[in-house]
């Protein structure tokens, strides 16, 4: 099924333990919040908004790139770094 839109989403979240995402290098971070966006288009996604960043400009940069053609993934209103305490 295409044209799925996704109002609450979290590229930057892994399969990972929320609590160790401060682990992750952000290199390592960046590609799996890119494989995350494609996984999504694969899935049929075409449009998701952002609910928060596990880190901050993450899903910006991966927004930016999807926009330029760069990387594939579905339109995307990124937001801010997650502001909580886990």
């Not at 930057?12 to 952000?26: F, Y």
Request: hydrophobic fraction near 35%.
């Amino acid at each position: 099924m295409s044209d799925l839109g996704d109002a609450h989403n979290h590229f930057t979240w892994s399969n990972r333990a929320h609590d160790k995402l401060g682990d992750i290098g952000m290199e390592e971070h960046t590609l799996m919040t890119a494989k995350s966006a494609q996984c999504y288009l694969d899935s049929g996604y075409t449009m998701c908004f952002d609910a928060a960043s596990s880190k901050d400009r993450l899903h910006v940069v991966v927004r930016d790139y999807i926009n330029a053609g760069d990387l594939p993934g579905p339109r995307y209103l990124a937001n801010g770094k997650e502001m909580a305490i886990l």
